[in-house]
């Protein structure tokens, strides 16, 4: 039988019963489109983690804290606003990025009252936190050394208390009133700061020294120079860190320096729900595969005259060996192709909704997984095809003439 007679006989056979070869192909089609969709997803949720810890403060930030009580049970001194501008003055930190980082106060603005999350920032602050301004400005070094009582508020707090524009607006925050000079940008519904930044009163540390006097901080947050790898820089950073702050009397065994987690968490959860779904899609094939062996099982039983008079006629074991192979790889691969194409469709739509909700998640398809998933189900199609295939090339021509 010629290549020719084989692909014609093959695609005579599938056309027989079309309603049959497409149900059948179904299991093969939801098994590649979910691979495709969920490899889609998935690497478009790393990249959408990526910016959004970016659009946060990045994941080259160290952050500087000291132990809430020593080895004997005594309560340690906190980090104060002393402390970081030490850090903030020194010489070797200087290409450093340093902002600090005090807990939160609650406050009522304006004659209409609003719960506020106050926190006070130096200028610097905009660039580490990935600021953006919908109105205004942000704070400026004046403001910070001359103490001035200025506020930048977030999007959310801005419209709740002012019904037209917030600048040059006055609220008041504790103990003193602030004149608003700018508005922020609303960060994207991925970013965990998204809350926080959206009902937040951005005022100068100077300016809430004054209010509250020298507070205690929750942490000192630096950003690494960009010259080299954090990596690289962290044992040096810690070095100067140590130095600095136990000069000023923080004791060096209850001081840590540590870099954060940054995405390494989120990628690890992406990833193994990325192993989850994936042997899902994989158990999806695998139905497909069996469905395939079952209708070519079917197939063989309903042709067996066909075969027989094949074999009486000259053909080989091998030449129906091939031909029924051929077809089920042929289903396979036609629910490969359509799952492929069904999957992209599917990502897209993913993409552009995940964008709409949380904000920047991009389209991403690796052509190494559409070949992977293709391959795929063509190997189903040839793994549980060879089966029924042997069978009907074991068959006996004269026991096939006699079945009616």
Same mark, same amino acid.
């Given at each position: 039988?010629?290549?020719?007679?084989?692909?014609?006989?093959?695609?005579?056979?599938?056309?027989?019963?079309?309603?049959?070869?497409? /149900?059948? $192909?179904?299991?093969?089609?939801?098994?590649?489109?979910?691979?495709?969709?969920?490899?889609?997803?998935?690497?478009?949720?790393?990249? +959408?983690?990526?910016?959004?810890?970016?659009?946060?403060?990045?994941?080259?930030?160290?952050?500087?804290?000291?132990?809430?009580?020593?080895?004997?049970?005594?309560?340690?001194?906190? *980090?104060?606003?002393?402390?970081?501008?030490? *850090?903030? %003055?020194?010489?070797?930190?200087?290409? %450093?990025?340093?902002?600090?980082?005090?807990?939160?106060?609650?406050?009522?603005?304006?004659?209409?009252?609003?719960?506020?999350?106050?926190? +006070?920032?130096?200028?610097?602050?905009?660039?580490?936190?990935?600021?953006?301004?919908?109105?205004?400005?942000?704070?400026? %070094?004046?403001?910070?050394?001359? !103490?001035?009582?200025?506020?930048?508020?977030?999007?959310?707090?801005?419209?709740?208390? &002012?019904? !037209?524009? @917030?600048?040059?607006?006055?609220?008041?925050?504790?103990?003193?009133? =602030?004149?608003? #000079?700018?508005?922020?940008?609303?960060?994207?519904?991925?970013?965990?700061?998204?809350? &926080?930044?959206?009902?937040?009163?951005?005022?100068?540390?100077?300016?809430?020294?004054?209010?509250?006097?020298?507070?205690?901080?929750?942490?000192?947050? *630096?950003?690494?120079? %960009?010259?080299?790898?954090?990596?690289?820089? /962290?044992?040096?950073?810690?070095?100067?860190?140590?130095?600095?702050?136990?000069?000023?009397?923080?004791?060096?065994?209850?001081?840590? #320096?540590?870099?954060?987690?940054?995405?390494?968490?989120?990628?690890?959860?992406?990833?193994?729900?990325?192993?989850?779904?994936?042997?899902?899609?994989?158990?999806?094939?695998?139905?497909?595969?069996?469905?395939?062996?079952?209708?070519?099982?079917?197939?063989?039983?309903?042709?067996?005259?066909?075969?027989?008079?094949? $074999?009486?006629?000259?053909?080989?074991?091998?030449?129906?060996?091939?031909? =029924?192979?051929?077809?089920?790889?042929?289903? @396979?691969?036609?629910?490969?192709?359509?799952?492929?194409? !069904?999957?992209?469709?599917?990502?897209? /739509?993913?993409?552009?909704?995940?964008?709409?909700?949380?904000?920047?998640?991009? /389209?991403?398809?690796?052509?190494?997984? $559409?070949? *992977?998933? &293709?391959?795929?189900?063509?190997?189903?199609?040839?793994? &549980?095809?060879?089966?029924?295939?042997?069978?009907? +090339?074991?068959?006996?021509?004269?026991?096939?003439?006699?079945?009616?």
């Amino acid at each position: 039988m010629t290549p020719q007679d084989l692909w014609s006989t093959v695609w005579r056979a599938l056309r027989i019963n079309p309603q049959r070869s497409a /149900l059948t $192909l179904l299991g093969v089609i939801m098994g590649v489109g979910t691979l495709v969709v969920l490899s889609s997803a998935m690497a478009g949720g790393l990249v +959408a983690i990526k910016h959004s810890i970016d659009d946060a403060s990045g994941d080259d930030v160290v952050t500087v804290t000291v132990r809430w009580r020593d080895p004997q049970g005594r309560a340690v001194p906190r *980090l104060t606003l002393a402390n970081w501008a030490t *850090l903030a %003055a020194a010489a070797p930190l200087r290409q %450093a990025l340093t902002v600090p980082e005090i807990g939160s106060e609650q406050a009522l603005a304006g004659s209409r009252p609003q719960r506020a999350q106050v926190i +006070a920032l130096p200028p610097q602050g905009q660039a580490f936190y990935q600021l953006g301004l919908d109105q205004g400005r942000f704070l400026l %070094a004046e403001d910070e050394q001359a !103490g001035r009582r200025v506020a930048v508020l977030g999007p959310d707090l801005a419209a709740n208390l &002012f019904a !037209g524009s @917030a600048i040059g607006q006055e609220l008041r925050i504790a103990d003193g009133r =602030f004149r608003v #000079v700018g508005v922020l940008s609303r960060k994207s519904a991925l970013n965990a700061g998204n809350r &926080f930044w959206s009902r937040a009163a951005v005022i100068p540390t100077s300016s809430y020294a004054e209010l509250t006097g020298d507070p205690a901080l929750t942490a000192i947050l *630096l950003k690494a120079p %960009a010259e080299r790898p954090l990596a690289q820089e /962290l044992p040096w950073l810690e070095h100067v860190v140590r130095k600095l702050l136990t000069a000023r009397g923080v004791q060096p065994d209850n001081l840590r #320096v540590a870099h954060s987690m940054g995405a390494g968490q989120e990628h690890a959860v992406i990833l193994a729900l990325q192993g989850l779904l994936l042997a899902v899609a994989g158990i999806s094939m695998g139905v497909g595969g069996i469905n395939i062996m079952n209708i070519m099982l079917v197939t063989v039983a309903e042709r067996t005259r066909e075969i027989g008079l094949r $074999l009486a006629l000259g053909a080989r074991p091998r030449d129906v060996r091939r031909q =029924f192979l051929l077809e089920a790889a042929t289903l @396979a691969g036609l629910g490969g192709a359509v799952g492929v194409l !069904g999957g992209l469709l599917l990502a897209a /739509l993913v993409s552009v909704v995940m964008s709409r909700v949380l904000g920047d998640w991009p /389209l991403v398809v690796d052509p190494g997984v $559409l070949l *992977l998933a &293709f391959l795929s189900a063509l190997g189903v199609g040839v793994v &549980f095809g060879w089966y029924p295939a042997s069978r009907a +090339a074991r068959l006996n021509p004269i026991e096939c003439l006699r079945n009616e």
